[in-house]
């Protein structure tokens, strides 16, 4: 059979032994005579399966008992508008952190609602950093402050979480989630895409802290209202079944490799092999300042464009594919995230040091 080294940044590679666990089970779910797909949302089979998940997420990602674990629908981009929609209530403002397309984007929708501040911005130079903030940044009347913290597209990483106060901190996971611990009881939400590293798209993983509920917008549409989804143990409506129990094998495949230390782990060791490589290269080129890499999503580029077209095309002689760079940015861009293999790392490597050869 063949399988291409996929360094798409998403929907993105998956583990290989979570797909032949599904197809094994596609048409019989354990007992049930059913594939999960066909199951009803309220049968006590598919009870298990979102039940399970959901302590596992509790267990993996150590969340405090004084947080909801949501499943949501319409993926994170539909959180930039329930965002500002259940939280921005009390005093109609929140601060944002620009790094990039998606926390604009999450701005955008937010200035619909209510007084929206940029309080720090990497576009200076094309987000390839981190801005540093203090406290004092932030309005002391905002509702929230908001970042992304794994920039998927420009390949940037918090290197510490951002000192808010008292502020509510809400933060965008969708590139970055399971990939290494983080500390949840920091955040006063956080929520992912599900397409990055955890399963198909479509799905969000949402973790929100108990007190932030119950302040939603009346005009907030119920199926955005987070009070009303964990209230309903994400079961209001028909939530994305199938997408909930690739979730939950996902999780038992991380349980199992040893959690999120051990992801992290792996993760630095893809990276560093990456990095390393690109940083004494003299064809190739980190976009990133060090601090701030990420360990998901690592853009680079070539001198020129017509060599990026050239890499690009012998990567997929070589069975690599979705390496190009966002349309918004060009080059090159690999996202190695849990279920990218060090042997595909390696792989990858050995192309571009081939190329330098070739080309210098
Ligand atoms: C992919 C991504 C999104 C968008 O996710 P959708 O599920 O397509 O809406 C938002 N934020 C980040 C950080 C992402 O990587």
């Given amino acids: 059979m063949k399988r291409v080294y996929n360094f798409s940044a998403g929907p993105s590679t998956m583990p290989e032994e979570v797909l032949k666990q599904a197809a094994e089970e596609m048409l019989c779910y354990k ?26 997420i509790r267990e993996i990602m150590n969340v405090p008992d004084n947080y909801k674990v949501l499943f949501l629908q319409g993926g994170a981009s539909t959180q930039f508008a329930a965002i500002p929609l259940n939280f921005m209530q009390k005093n109609r403002k929140a601060d944002y ?45 905002a509702d929230y402050v908001y970042i992304c913290y794994n920039n998927t597209i420009y390949g940037t990483l918090y290197p510490e979480i951002p000192d808010t106060g008292d502020i509510p901190l809400i933060a965008d996971i969708s590139s970055c989630i399971l990939s290494e611990p983080l500390d949840i009881s920091k955040f006063a939400m956080v929520y992912a895409g599900a397409q990055k590293n955890v399963a198909q798209s479509g799905l969000v993983i949402a973790i929100i802290r108990e007190d932030m509920l119950g302040n939603a917008h009346p005009m907030c549409p119920t199926m955005l209202n987070y009070q009303v989804m964990a209230e309903n143990d994400s079961l209001y409506n028909t939530p994305n079944c199938y997408g909930i129990y690739i979730c939950m094998l996902v999780l038992e495949y991380i349980k199992k490799m040893g959690g999120l230390e051990e992801m992290q782990k792996r993760n630095i060791k893809k990276a560093d092999l990456l990095y390393d490589y690109l940083d004494q290269s003299k064809l190739f080129n980190a976009t990133v300042e060090k601090p701030d890499r990420s360990l998901m999503n690592v853009p680079f580029v070539t001198p020129n464009e017509e060599l990026d077209k050239k890499f690009i095309a012998k990567c997929k002689e070589n069975n690599i594919i979705n390496i190009k760079g966002h349309r918004s940015v060009g080059g090159m861009r690999a996202s190695i995230y849990n279920a990218m293999s060090y042997e595909g790392v390696e792989k990858l490597v050995e192309v571009m040091k081939e190329f330098e050869k070739e080309n210098n």
């Fill in 31 to 56: 007992d049930s005579g059913q594939s999960v797909m066909e199951m009803s949302h309220r049968s006590p089979e598919f009870n298990e399966i979102i039940t399970h998940a959901e302590e596992l």
């Fill in 97 to 141: 952190i620009i790094t990039g397309n998606w926390a604009n984007k999450a701005y955008q929708e937010a200035c619909k609602y209510g007084d929206c501040k940029i309080v720090a911005n990497s576009k200076d130079k094309t987000y390839s950093y981190i801005p540093k903030t203090k406290r004092e940044d932030f309005r002391e009347d």
